[in-house]
């Protein structure tokens, strides 16, 4: 679950999770469907690009489909995050 490449989408999975919990039960209201509906979407977003990791080429045919369909390049912004993750968490090491 920690390795490299699912690190992002393991993190963001669990954080939606947690966040999908604190919606349900602490805040009242319609914000708090809002919210609720707004997590478990990206808990379920998160999920998929997860699994993909596993399947040869997965992400790579996802993310060439999303590129292809909205313009946008999923690929390039998962390897800019994870690049910033590792110069600080490299910074961190060395102090």
Not at 47 to 70: D, T
Not at 82 to 87: H, I, W
């Given at each position: 679950?920690?390795?490299?490449?699912?690190?992002?989408?393991?993190?963001?999975?669990?954080?939606?999770?947690?966040?999908?919990?604190?919606?349900?039960?602490?805040?009242?209201?319609?914000?708090?469907?809002?919210?609720?509906?707004?997590?478990?979407?990206?808990q379920f977003l998160s999920?998929?690009?997860?699994?993909?990791?596993?399947?040869?080429?997965?992400?790579?045919?996802?993310?060439?489909?999303?590129?292809?369909?909205?313009g946008v390049d999923l690929g390039l912004v998962a390897?800019?995050?994870?690049?910033?993750?590792?110069?600080?968490?490299?910074?961190?090491?060395?102090?």
């Open positions: 679950m920690m390795e490299h490449k699912r690190r992002l989408a393991s993190l963001i999975f669990l954080g939606s999770m947690v966040m999908t919990f604190v919606c349900v039960f602490a805040i009242k209201g319609k914000l708090s469907k809002l919210l609720t509906l707004i997590f478990v979407f990206a999920y998929i690009w997860y699994c993909l990791s596993y399947i040869p080429w997965g992400r790579e045919i996802c993310g060439g489909c999303i590129k292809r369909i909205f390897n800019e995050v994870s690049q910033n993750a590792t110069a600080v968490s490299n910074s961190a090491d060395s102090v």
